[in-house]
């Protein structure tokens, strides 16, 4: 069987930088991802999911907290998909960006957030991304022992084309760090994961921050996974947590041959551009 196990880590992130640092590194050393073959983190873990902090607590790649993805990745011999930092790019834009690590801790992926979330909901909720960051501009997947993966950044699951690309470049588990809120959280977030996963016939990984009431941005929380039929194997609720899951690839394999979507598609009709 082709299974592995997913440690997701639903951190809550404080306003210190370095205590964030701190303290995953002290959650990793209770020995919670000593079975775990991929550590997955939340979007922004090293920082307060605030637009005007983002340029703050930026860094360059290879900085202190790509440093400290590198050497848990190592150290615990896991692939680390490293949910999310500000990344200072070497344009001088900030970025919303995950990096990915193989088992020996050097970098293996780098996905940018395309879709930045600029919502004005009225009398609920008003946030915009690109008041300080820059978007990405490209769905890639990363290799690894068992099968391609992929990162999509939160707002990035709300289209269609940042799942299916590298569906059809042979992903089978597509990551999502995120961090919905309480408006679009309770109204969408397990629904966003059961669609993506079951049109694209994969794993879905959301690894969220714990909520935290007194904070600018207040997070959903409620990690998930969710398989390739579209079933939730695993949820969270909304507090500080984490959860060792095991999937199997092999059942990709077996729902892709069931119910033939992707091989189904009419692309002389109509194509991805």
């Not at 640092?21 to 000593?34: N, P, Q, S």
Request: proline residues 5%.
């Amino acid at each position: 069987m082709n299974r592995i196990k997913i440690a997701s880590l639903q951190l809550k992130v404080r306003e210190d930088k370095y205590e964030n640092i701190e303290k995953l590194a002290e959650l990793i050393a209770t020995g919670i991802v000593d079975e775990a073959d991929i550590i997955s983190l939340p979007e922004m873990w090293n920082c307060p999911y605030q637009t005007e902090l983002f340029p703050e607590y930026a860094e360059p790649e290879q900085g202190d907290s790509w440093l400290a993805l590198s050497t848990i990745a190592r150290k615990n011999h896991a692939y680390m998909v490293g949910g999310s930092i500000p990344e200072l790019g070497e344009d001088g834009k900030v970025y919303n960006t995950c990096y990915v690590f193989d088992r020996e801790g050097r970098q293996i992926g780098k996905h940018r957030k395309v879709h930045l979330f600029d919502i004005f909901v009225t009398g609920e909720q008003v946030f915009r991304e690109s008041d300080t960051l820059s978007a990405g501009n490209s769905f890639d997947t990363f290799e690894t022992e068992w099968c391609p993966m992929a990162v999509n950044i939160c707002f990035d699951i709300r289209f269609p084309e940042s799942s299916r690309i590298p569906a059809l470049a042979g992903a089978k588990v597509i990551f999502n760090p995120a961090s919905f809120n309480m408006t679009t959280g309770p109204a969408h977030w397990e629904v966003a994961f059961r669609q993506r996963a079951i049109e694209n016939q994969v794993y879905m990984v959301g690894t969220a921050a714990a909520r935290d009431p007194g904070a600018g941005y207040i997070g959903y929380g409620h990690s998930i996974i969710c398989d390739p039929w579209g079933k939730v194997i695993m949820q969270m609720d909304e507090k500080e947590g984490h959860a060792l899951t095991e999937i199997d690839l092999d059942y990709v394999d077996e729902v892709r041959q069931k119910l033939p979507l992707l091989s189904a598609r009419r692309t002389d009709v109509y194509e991805l551009r």
